[in-house]
């Protein structure tokens, strides 16, 4: 089966520009979450989509938003970027059934804000 | 507040010495608490839950909720366990994950 995949792997944006980044979780998850990884902060929770729906949210301003579609596959977005937005991105797929599920990690788009 | 801290930033011991990862954790309700690890060029993995109780590469964790812990032991450390360790606490429903800074372990030969 499949891993979940990110792409850009890599990207390199300037300040005021937007981004889009995207998640294809493993086949049959419904659940994707999304994380900022920096080395200050760590892993931090953005937010989580199920079914198309937004089903929590970490306390990230409204510049980072993201849907997901019919066939589960995520986006994330993020506009008016930052020096600080630079991070990588991981995202996170599970089936989405139940709470609390082991989640699958994809590699990450790594993000620089220049 | 959710918040899961990791105090050791770096951790190195001999191989075959025991080995104790911590991990605080502060939570008003029922946590759930995870360990993810990640090994050189490899993706973040589980690598155990406490609702399990499971020993997973011969690693265990217990859930102390008087001292609101979830430390990572392992008797016997090998150097095929050096890599990244995140203790992750998930509350609500649904998969909202607070994961620590890490704990990069280092097995010594």
Not at chain 1, 9 to 23: A, D, E, N, P
Not at chain 1, 34 to 57: A, D, H, I, V
Not at chain 2, 33 to 42: A, E, G, K, N
Not at chain 2, 45 to 51: A, E, G, K, N, S
């Amino acid at each position: 089966k499949a891993g979940v995949t990110q792409t850009p792997r890599y990207l390199i944006k300037t300040r005021g520009q937007q981004v889009t980044l995207s998640c294809s979780p493993i086949s049959g998850h419904r659940s994707v979450s999304w994380y900022q990884q920096t080395p200050g902060q760590g892993l931090q929770f953005l937010f989580e989509y199920f079914s198309e729906t937004q089903r929590n949210k970490g306390n990230f301003p409204g510049r980072f938003s993201g849907r997901q579609f019919s066939n589960s596959r995520s986006e994330m977005n993020v506009s008016t970027l930052e020096l600080g937005d630079s991070a990588l991105y991981l995202c996170a797929s599970s089936w989405g059934t139940a709470s609390k599920e082991t989640q699958y990690f994809g590699p990450g788009t790594r993000l620089l804000v220049l | 507040a959710q918040r899961v801290t990791q105090p050791e930033k770096l951790l190195s011991v001999f191989k075959g010495a025991p080995v104790e990862l911590k991990c605080n954790y502060s939570y008003s309700g029922s946590p759930e608490l995870f360990w993810y690890v990640q090994y050189s060029r490899q993706r973040l993995q589980l690598l155990l839950r406490h609702i399990s109780r499971e020993s997973i590469k011969g690693f265990t964790a217990d859930l102390n909720k008087g001292e609101t812990s979830f430390h990572l032991k392992k008797p016997f450390a090998q150097e095929e366990d050096s890599a990244m360790y995140y203790c992750a606490l998930s509350v609500g429903t649904g998969n909202q994950f607070y994961f620590g800074t890490g704990t990069s372990l280092t097995v010594i030969p």
